[in-house]
């Protein structure tokens, strides 16, 4: 019994014996490469934090699919709303922009906001209505950028505001050659030197009243709805050559060319009934809308025209 009981007694002493923990033998060899591998990680991100200072906006451009690094982009009527937003939407994404206007003033100001925004710009006047002046963007892009790869065609006019049977030849005349005439010819000069570069991107700008009309604006709703055509007439033509073609139909959108529109409050309540999204849009919007056609994340989309409207229903 008493020997049992001393079992007993030794078992619950060694239970509360305090653990000692493991001797850990420190061989110099190890320590050595210990040390060693701590410098080379050490020296790893000394290098890595220093190429992130140094080319912050480079490893950004590569780490997105959306960067335009090294594209050179002709945006038409490109000094205010949809076009300027255009071009600050592609220049901020990497890209050479190429803006223009028929007034040199608004060249001279749209050239020095893009650059006061870190963004690479050429700058010149052009009328897209005249041959002579497209021919020149076109030479002058490929001489001072070395090529084209995407073309925005945003230049529309609308001289008349009316019943449409009230329009005149000379209306249309107008219309017609600027907003799809024009485009056209432009793209039909540009698509050589995209193919030079192995492919690139057209973008038209056509309007919500492509595909529904607004009273008073006959004549430029049938225009717009011409450049819906000629995207889709264009896209299974240059497929073959890389080329993508689409086209992007804003709703109501701030700008100077809509002023009219929404700076009528009437107006304004009448097209927020319509709107999913109540209130009017702004030129950013379409400008990223674009730029993301332009990019290797649309890369398999051609042929569509996406609509910008806040909701309008204006087809199914």
């Known amino acids: 019994m008493w020997e049992r009981r001393s079992r007993f007694d030794e078992i619950q002493q060694l239970n509360t014996k305090p653990v000692q923990p493991p001797k850990v033998m420190h061989h110099p060899y190890a320590t050595r490469r210990a040390t060693s591998d701590c410098r080379y990680v050490t020296v790893m991100f000394?290098?890595?934090?220093?190429f992130l200072r140094t080319n912050p906006v480079s490893v950004q451009r590569r780490m997105s699919h959306s960067s335009l690094d090294g594209k050179v982009a002709i945006v038409t009527a490109s000094t205010d709303g949809?076009?300027?937003?255009?071009?600050?939407?592609?220049?901020k994404r990497g890209a050479h922009v190429v803006v223009s206007s028929r007034r040199q003033a608004n060249v001279d100001k749209a050239v020095a906001l893009l650059?006061?925004?870190?963004?690479?710009?050429?700058?010149?006047?052009?009328?897209?209505?005249?041959?002579?002046?497209?021919?020149?963007?076109?030479?002058?892009?490929?001489d001072q950028c070395g090529g084209i790869d995407i073309l925005v065609s945003n230049?529309?006019?609308?001289?008349?505001?009316?019943?449409?049977?009230d329009s005149t030849e000379d209306v249309w005349d107008k219309i017609l050659s600027v907003n799809v005439?024009?485009?056209?010819?432009?793209?039909?000069?540009?698509?050589?030197?995209?193919?030079?570069?192995?492919?690139?991107?057209?973008?038209?700008?056509?309007?919500?009243?492509?595909?529904?009309?607004m009273q008073g604006l006959g004549p430029y709703c049938v225009s717009k709805t011409a450049l819906l055509g000629l995207t889709r007439a264009l896209a299974p033509e240059l497929a073959h050559s890389n080329i993508r073609v689409n086209c992007v139909a804003p709703g109501v959108?701030?700008?100077r060319f809509s002023?009219?529109?929404w700076e009528n409050k009437d107006i304004v309540d009448e097209l927020k009934k319509q709107l999913s999204i109540k209130r009017i849009g702004e030129?950013?919007?379409?400008?990223?809308?674009?730029?993301?056609?332009?990019?290797?994340?649309?890369?398999?989309?051609?042929?569509?025209?996406?609509?910008?409207?806040?909701?309008?229903?204006?087809?199914?």
């Open 283 to 316: 030129p950013e919007e379409i400008g990223g809308t674009i730029a993301f056609l332009c990019s290797d994340d649309a890369s398999y989309i051609t042929g569509e025209t996406v609509t910008v409207t806040g909701g309008m229903s204006c087809r199914l």
């Open 253 to 255: 959108i701030k700008t």
């Open 82 to 91: 949809i076009g300027l937003a255009a071009a600050q939407a592609l220049g």
């Open 115 to 142: 650059k006061s925004q870190s963004i690479r710009v050429t700058g010149t006047t052009c009328n897209v209505g005249k041959g002579e002046d497209r021919e020149k963007l076109v030479q002058l892009t490929v």
């Open 46 to 50: 000394r290098g890595l934090s220093r």
């Open 259 to 261: 002023s009219a529109l």
């Open 181 to 213: 005439k024009a485009a056209f010819l432009l793209t039909k000069l540009v698509v050589p030197h995209m193919e030079k570069r192995g492919g690139g991107n057209v973008i038209f700008v056509s309007s919500v009243g492509g595909y529904q009309p």
């Open 155 to 165: 230049a529309a006019v609308n001289p008349f505001f009316g019943n449409i049977l």
